[in-house]
């Protein structure tokens, strides 16, 4: 019998129960709620006389809906409909008795930043959130995905989830990264190379040394985009910086407690022997700056290539190229080099860090953006932004002409007031080039914060290595 | 949950890969605090220009497909965000069945909890119903799940998979959580084991 995966590991510690039909019951240790997947969920609860089973798992923030702009905690600035969602997580929070950072708490922020941040994403855990982008806590080798809103109720009830098991996939980026190549290269190259459904069915794990070489930072931003590739969850085993980056946290085990966990944390890795149902092998010294230039994560490609026809394409991806080049306003042969922008976002749970931050302002500093370039830095969280005022990074921002604004999802998914207007094109360090994602008609290229503060400068995509 | 056993309807052909739930319905749309009332802004940006006026060669605008109550679609249905307010738009449009090659997994869960049935085939039998959806009024098809067969406008079957447990879920319009309350004795053994075994959960 071959060995275990990490994620085998973690499904067998937190099996509840098995039916006969193989149907499972999966424990969940941490849940996370934000504004705009709960509502109904709670009002599920209500409806039901039931209340929630483990309200001291269960954390809320409200990120997507709130403005991003200073004196917020005004509700004059939020519009009628935003402000009864937040209301709603306001008094749900309250009702039922859950952790609740509101939106004047310095430690609100994207839930998936504020998660880790505050120690309550820890190895060898299961973390849900009614959010795409729960694939992020698989950094710490916890297995965190995503839920809809019934499975959110499924869960503040039962603090449990019915589960089929996933498929294991490896993927496994080797050597050393090449200068100016970043975890946001890394994912969006995977991505690339196989396909925003290749992971479909599957929770894979990274691993190799240019992922072992990644800070903490770095590695939720590869798991962050897990879910882009199709796959439910994506995990890094817990090593030494992961165990430096948790200790001390707020709600980190102490003490006897923490030697305990630590025991336990030392034994999540996949067996020599583990079996697994597909293997991916990217080098990462052919890994470079990426850009995507159509609609899909998938539509990547190297800074330094040109767009690429529709006919270079198989099967239903000669329309969806068509269809992508015709909404962004690209033609092929065109280089990816040459495309101006007017808009740079910096920010969301994908690349709002302090890591991130730091990227940005490195090559920013002592420059200018571009005449006419709107430019903007939503930190991920509260303490990520008052760390990178203490570090003098949102001087550096502010100094070369971007906007330093407040902690929240923002112009990731435009839901809150920060949105692009028909046509305008974006450099963004957010997850999701979809049609209509930044806003209507809006043209969205994503990239990491060195190459996006980079185009602010220039007014165009850029080469990251020109800039080094 | 509504009850799912058989259904015959118009299919309407969406012949596009990648179809995410940020096009199924808009992110100016989760501001609800409701389940209902999505139908109208289903697909909104495919559907409807800025002045709000339909679009008229978007397939759900075109007189044969107002009602369908099934769609067929290409590759990978229903990726990106988690949001259930894709499966309740489809639903509350009167969509009861999806047919593709693959789906998203969120999504694909998110369905059965709603009473709507995604059903995975071969890309030959995708392509025949797209063919069969293509027809207009005419583009009538029955899917049976309990003998998990769809039969189209020609009367030829083609039969599909489904996970039993979410089957027998589906045909009794059954809801997770009273079931799962059900094994309450179970997740306290568990939780009484585990708050022994990693205390500082």
Redesign the interface.
């Known amino acids: 019998m071959s060995g275990k995966t990490l994620y085998d590991k973690i499904w067998d510690a937190h099996l509840a129960h098995e039916a006969e039909d193989g149907t499972c019951l999966l424990y969940i240790d941490r849940h996370l709620v934000h504004e705009v997947t709960s509502p109904q969920a709670f009002e599920g609860l209500r409806m039901a006389g039931r209340t929630v089973r483990a309200p001291d798992k269960t954390i809320a923030v409200p990120d997507h809906n709130v403005p991003t702009t200073l004196g917020r905690e005004n509700p004059d600035q939020m519009p009628e409909d935003s402000r009864i969602q937040v209301a709603a997580l306001d008094s749900n929070a309250k009702e039922f008795g859950i952790h609740y950072y509101p939106v004047s708490d310095v430690r609100q922020g994207i839930v998936h930043i504020v998660g880790p941040e505050q120690g309550w994403t820890l190895p060898g855990m299961t973390v849900v959130c009614g959010d795409s982008h729960t694939a992020t806590h698989g950094a710490f080798g916890a297995l965190a995905h995503g839920i809809g809103t019934s499975e959110v109720e499924h869960v503040l009830a039962t603090q449990t989830l019915i589960q089929q098991k996933s498929k294991n996939m490896k993927v496994e980026i080797t050597g050393k990264l090449a200068p100016g190549v970043t975890a946001k290269d890394i994912t969006l190259s995977v991505i690339g190379a196989t396909g925003t459904a290749g992971g479909t069915g599957y929770v894979i794990e990274y691993c190799g040394e240019a992922i072992r070489d990644l800070s903490m930072e770095g590695r939720m931003t590869v798991c962050n985009m897990a879910i882009e590739g199709g796959a439910r969850a994506g995990l890094i085993a817990p090593d030494e910086k992961t165990f430096e980056y948790v200790k001390g946290r707020p709600h980190a085990p102490k003490g006897a407690q923490w030697e305990a966990a630590m025991a336990w944390w030392k034994t999540l890795k996949s067996d020599d022997d583990a079996h697994w149902d597909k293997v991916v092998t990217i080098k990462g010294e052919d890994i470079a700056p990426v850009v995507t230039w159509g609609t899909s994560p998938e539509d990547v490609l190297p800074i330094n290539e040109v767009v690429p026809a529709p006919e270079s394409f198989e099967g239903g991806k000669v329309g969806a190229a068509k269809r992508a080049l015709d909404y962004m306003g690209l033609t092929p042969g065109q280089k990816l080099s040459d495309i101006e922008i007017d808009t740079v976002f910096i920010g969301s749970c994908t690349n709002g860090r302090i890591e991130d931050l730091r990227a940005a302002a490195e090559i920013l500093k002592g420059k200018k953006i571009k005449d006419g370039m709107r430019a903007m830095v939503v930190p991920g969280s509260g303490l990520v932004r008052a760390q990178a005022e203490e570090e003098g990074l949102a001087d550096i921002f502010k100094e070369a002409g971007f906007e330093w604004r407040m902690a929240g999802c923002s112009m990731c998914l435009a839901m809150n007031p920060d949105q692009l207007s028909e046509g305008e094109r974006c450099a963004s360090t957010s997850n999701r080039n979809f049609e209509g994602r930044q806003g209507y008609k809006g043209r969205t290229h994503l990239m990491s914060p060195a190459m996006a503060a980079a185009a602010a400068v220039t007014g165009k995509l850029t080469d990251i290595r020109e800039m080094m | 949950m509504e009850k799912f056993d058989k259904l015959t309807g118009i299919a309407a052909p969406l012949?596009?890969?990648?179809i995410?739930t940020?096009?199924i319905i808009?992110?100016?749309f989760?501001?609800?605090?409701?389940?209902s009332g999505l139908g109208v802004n289903l697909f909104d940006?495919m559907r409807y220009d800025?002045q709000g006026n339909e679009i008229e060669d978007f397939v759900l605008n075109k007189p044969a497909y107002r009602d369908a109550q099934i769609l067929v679609a290409?590759?990978?249905f229903g990726?990106?965000?988690?949001?259930?307010h894709a499966?309740w738009a489809l639903l509350d449009f009167g969509i009861r069945c999806v047919i593709s090659t693959?789906?998203?997994?969120?999504f694909y869960?998110?369905c059965f909890?709603?009473g709507i049935l995604p059903i995975v085939l071969p890309q030959e039998d995708v392509d025949k119903l797209m063919d069969d959806a293509e027809r207009g009024s005419n583009a009538v098809i029955t899917v049976d799940l309990e003998s998990q067969t769809i039969t189209g406008p020609d009367g030829g079957e083609i039969s599909f998979e489904v996970?039993?447990?979410r089957k027998h879920c589906l045909l009794n319009g059954l809801d997770?959580?009273g079931l799962?309350?059900e094994?309450?004795p179970?997740?306290d053994a568990?939780?009484a084991k585990?708050s022994a075994e990693?205390?500082?959960?």
Request: hydrophobic share 30%; aromatic share 8%; with cysteine.
């Open positions: 012949p596009l890969v990648n995410d940020d096009m808009p992110k100016q989760l501001k609800t605090i409701k389940r940006e800025r290409g590759d990978n990726c990106g965000s988690s949001r259930e499966p693959s789906f998203a997994d969120i869960n998110n909890k709603n996970d039993p447990w997770d959580i799962t309350l094994k309450a179970s997740i568990f939780e585990m990693r205390p500082w959960v």
